[in-house]
């Protein structure tokens, strides 16, 4: 009986043992809050005051820091493979329509030169990515989340499949819920991310086919003129100044008035006008067109649970020491 008792609790030991041992073979292999506290434990903070520094300087770096967390953890994980441009044989993702007025990256390249002047090849690009976004939010008037770090750097882009990741402008409600739900992103967190059209802008491009050559009928009557007076014809100029904000009260804020505008049917997007016309999104769009903390919590929960998919670590990818390349050695 004794040597039973020794030997199930060696084998209890090797069990408790085993995932650490799988840390010291393979290193980090998940993230963690401070991941770089021993590292470079000036890291995060010095992405903050980055961050803080450019939207006193250009304010839509913000909004530019969270749609980049989007189409960066959409495609293949959190990795930082946006960022790559195109050379040496690789096509960048900016390249794709998908990324159709997306802007502020050489931004990013301050804010890594920042915290590679600390600790040189030490924070990964995907990490930039994220910890920006964050603190983007929050310069936005959002919440605060407590993201994890330790992601690692894709060594190749993923240009060939971003559009069978990131959902068209267009696309109907259906197919936008199954891309967020392709990533583990349920229906009321799909509705909390989208809230962060309050702080975007539609390029008209996007938008005549709701005006031209007649309005789309479920668009309130006056709001449909308004958009006619900032795309004022059925071909605009894709690199013109020609867009419309889907939050006229507080453009600059991420708040619930993008869901209050939904409820008047003065939404921008096909995607933007379902969500208040399917029973399956509705009741989230009401509660958070009444409830501003409820839409924090729900955007809070959503944006981790994104910034968190299907990321590189351990001893996957690299350290990028330029957002821009992969490393030559």
Not at 162 to 185: K, R, T
Not at 223 to 243: F, H, N, S
Not at 292 to 310: C, I, K, M, V
Request: aromatic letters at 10%.
């Amino acid at each position: 009986m004794a040597a039973y008792k020794h030997h199930a609790f060696s084998s209890f030991i090797i069990l408790m043992l085993f995932p650490l041992l799988l840390q010291f073979q393979f290193g980090k292999s998940e993230l963690q809050l401070n991941y770089y506290s021993e590292s470079c434990p000036k890291a995060e903070e010095i992405i903050k005051q980055e961050v803080t520094k450019l939207y006193y300087e250009h304010g839509n770096t913000a909004v530019s820091w969270l749609r980049n967390l989007f189409h960066d953890c959409f495609v293949q994980g959190c990795d930082a493979s946006l960022l790559l441009e195109s050379v040496n044989g690789i096509e960048s993702e900016k390249a794709s329509g998908r990324s159709f007025g997306m802007r502020n990256f050489k931004y990013v390249n301050t804010i890594k030169k920042a915290v590679e002047n600390e600790c040189p090849s030490t924070v990964s690009c995907a990490d930039v990515v994220a910890l920006s976004a964050r603190d983007g939010i929050v310069m936005l008037g959002g919440p605060h989340i407590e993201m994890k770090t330790g992601r690692r750097d894709s060594k190749e882009s993923y240009a060939k499949i971003v559009e069978e990741f990131i959902p068209n402008h267009n696309d109907s409600l259906s197919s936008v819920l199954s891309s967020f739900q392709s990533v583990g992103i349920d229906v009321e967190g799909t509705v909390a991310l989208l809230g962060a059209h309050s702080v975007g802008r539609v390029h008209c491009v996007n938008l005549v086919h709701r005006l031209y050559p007649t309005v789309d009928p479920t668009l309130d009557p006056d709001y449909a003129e308004y958009l006619k007076g900032r795309c004022p014809t059925p071909i605009p100029d894709p690199d013109g100044v020609q867009y419309s904000r889907n939050d006229r009260e507080t453009p600059m804020i991420l708040d619930n008035n993008y869901y209050k505008n939904l409820l008047k049917n003065k939404g921008l997007l096909i995607v933007d006008s379902e969500l208040a016309s399917d029973p399956a999104t509705l009741p989230f769009v009401q509660k958070m067109a009444s409830d501003n903390d409820y839409f924090n919590e729900q955007f809070s929960r959503a944006a981790l649970l994104l910034s968190e998919n299907s990321p590189l670590t351990g001893d996957q990818g690299e350290v990028r020491k330029d957002c821009r390349y992969v490393n030559t050695n």
